[in-house]
């Protein structure tokens, strides 16, 4: 802890922060915990969606904006005054799949406006819309795309922690491909998530929501041993996953601890070994006959941050093997090759990819540049694996609190905590929620996205 920290951490130092606008920040709902007041659903010319998948996670929509609307007063100025809620939503839902012409977007204004000072403390506001590549004419493909504006600005204008996340659904999804993506938006395991689209397809196989949807299931965890890995780990295992943790040898200890305290089973391996795949298959099928992989994480990774006029040719090779030739290699095995212990047939592989793979980042064009090709990764992967049941996805985290980001200067850490929309860094369980969620049964229809986790921060926003 550096002197600037120590001060800030004062009754003085505070008193100063506030003075200059650094406020404290909005405390966020967490876990497997859904908002405290209704959840509101605003179906816009159609749809019809958003209430069917509501009703399979069991949630009864609370009053909808029109009875509210029609009793507005005007104020002691004569102002018609917006309309308002009985009491505080804890979550909009917005069905605007119907929506296809630009005079409809006034609609999405009017549900919006009332909850943009009256939601709750990390309330969410979820617009669903129909993916721009399903909808005929150019106005219809143009009004998909305002969304997302309204979306990310939304985002940014939201109080006390609360966010707006908009879904396309593709051709031929409902209900049932939507639960699990509705279900974790609406709880507190998206609580960094915000401003961020993505797709949702229909499932090549069906599966029902669980609380444990890695019951009797293996997921591999690489790069396990501490911060975020060990977070992925204990979220896997909490949610039923036999977790094999993966680490370097010289991990060995912290990694046996974490295998340890969530009763998985640790390997110690270097990642860029050439026979990484199959010692991870033998490991799996070591432990029980006809045991395969339900999910791998990739999310073994290095940094070796230098200006690009001083990044040499060892630094360059490192980081690209170790972040994404790595991975390539360990997959191209498990898929490839039909061994014990190799991936299941509706397998799940997820990638971490970075904001700095979104938009660059100075001194660090190796890492910047592996983390931009997990994405390229996935992409490519998601046709590749078209006919086969086997979903691949990546998140990009942003500022996340660990041990390594501790390490940097106490303003410079200051400044990334405070330019995203919720005004702090994010939690190595941030991450592993939103991977776990990707990997789900219920997850099927979402293939080949890239899902940020980073609090929507201004860096390639």
């Not at 920040?25 to 069917?52: N, Q």
């Not at 106005?139 to 939304?154: F, H, M, S, Y």
């Not at 975020?228 to 949610?239: E, L």
């Amino acid at each position: 802890m550096d002197a600037l920290e120590m001060i800030y951490g004062t009754p003085a130092g505070k008193f100063v922060a506030r003075k200059l606008g650094l406020t404290d920040p909005p405390r966020l709902r967490r876990g497997r915990t859904m908002p405290t007041g209704p959840v509101v659903l605003a179906e816009l010319d159609g749809g019809g969606v958003a209430r069917e998948t509501l009703a399979l996670l069991g949630v009864t929509p609370g009053q909808p904006l029109v009875d509210v609307a029609a009793n507005r007063t005007p104020d002691e100025r004569g102002r018609q005054q917006p309309p308002r809620y009985q009491s505080k939503p804890g979550a909009l839902v917005i069905d605007a799949t119907a929506v296809r012409e630009i005079t409809q977007l006034e609609k999405v204004r009017q549900v919006l406006r009332p909850v943009m000072r009256g939601l709750e403390a990390s309330g969410r506001v979820i617009i669903l819309a129909t993916d721009a590549a399903d909808v005929e004419g150019l106005e219809a493909k143009a009004v998909a795309q305002a969304l997302d504006g309204i979306n990310r600005t939304v985002g940014k204008e939201l109080r006390a922690g609360s966010t707006s996340n908009l879904v396309f659904l593709r051709s031929g999804a409902g209900a049932a491909d939507l639960a699990s993506t509705l279900s974790f938006l609406l709880e507190g395991r998206s609580a960094f998530v915000s401003g961020q689209a993505w797709r949702v397809g229909r499932a090549k196989v069906a599966h029902e929501l669980s609380d444990r949807p890695f019951e009797g299931r293996t997921v591999v965890v690489t790069g396990a041993a501490r911060g975020i890995g060990a977070a992925i780990a204990r979220t896997f295992a909490r949610d039923g996953a036999h977790v094999v943790a993966v680490d370097i040898p010289a991990a060995g200890d912290a990694l046996a601890r974490v295998a340890n305290e969530i009763k998985g089973s640790a390997l110690q391996l270097d990642i860029t070994a050439p026979d990484a795949g199959a010692r991870i298959a033998q490991h799996v099928a070591s432990r029980a006959a006809g045991e395969t992989i339900w999910a791998i994480v990739h999310n073994a990774g290095i940094t070796r941050d230098r200006m690009l006029a001083n990044l040499d040719e060892k630094l360059w090779g490192s980081v690209l093997d170790v972040n994404l030739a790595a991975e390539m290699r360990i997959n191209d095995h498990l898929l490839h090759h039909d061994v014990p212990g190799g991936f299941g047939q509706e397998a799940r592989i997820v990638g971490i990819a970075s904001t700095s793979g979104v938009a660059g980042n100075k001194g660090q064009t190796n890492y910047a540049a592996s983390k931009a090709g997990v994405m390229g990764l996935v992409w490519a992967m998601r046709d590749e694996l078209r006919d086969r049941p086997i979903t691949t996805n990546a998140v990009a985290p942003g500022f996340i609190e660990t041990e390594m980001t501790a390490a940097i200067p106490f303003v410079q850490r200051e400044i990334f905590r405070r330019t995203n929309s919720l005004g702090q860094g994010g939690q190595p369980v941030d991450v592993a929620e939103t991977l776990a969620y990707l990997c789900g049964p219920a997850s099927g229809g979402v293939d080949g996205q890239v899902v940020r986790v980073c609090g929507q921060n201004l860096v390639g926003a």
